[in-house]
Nanobody, 117 residues
């Protein structure tokens, strides 16, 4: 049973930083690809930082240059370092995962809230 648990959300001033974490269990994490999404009320869920099958990272234009996604050595935890936060970054942030050689992130955590003042 795949489980993803996000943490690290909170309230931060514009221009500040936060680091989100996502702990994965229920599968061999090294066989899966991880990513981060976010969503605000009335808008579609947005992919913001993804790790591909080859380990390459891809960022949404809205966060490129400000956010960094990474994993621990065991690939059981994925991080999202969020820098230079803007008010428009306020959202519910989700981590997600998919099996190798697939395209859809179909497993989701419960989300962690980020607010920016």
């Amino acid at each position: 049973h795949v489980q993803l648990v996000e943490s690290g959300g909170g309230s931060v001033q514009a221009g500040g930083s936060l680091r989100l974490s996502c702990a994965a269990s229920g599968y061999r994490g090294s066989d899966y690809c991880m990513g981060w999404y976010r969503q605000v009320p009335g808008k579609a869920r947005e992919a913001i930082a993804l790790i591909g099958d080859d380990g390459a990272t891809k960022y949404a234009d809205s966060v490129n240059g400000r956010f960094i996604v990474s994993q621990d050595n065991a690939k059981n935890t994925v991080f999202l370092q969020m820098n230079s936060l803007k008010s428009e970054d306020a959202a519910l942030y989700y981590c997600a995962t998919r099996p190798p050689n697939t395209t859809s992130y179909d497993y989701w955590g419960q989300g962690t809230q980020v607010t920016v003042s």
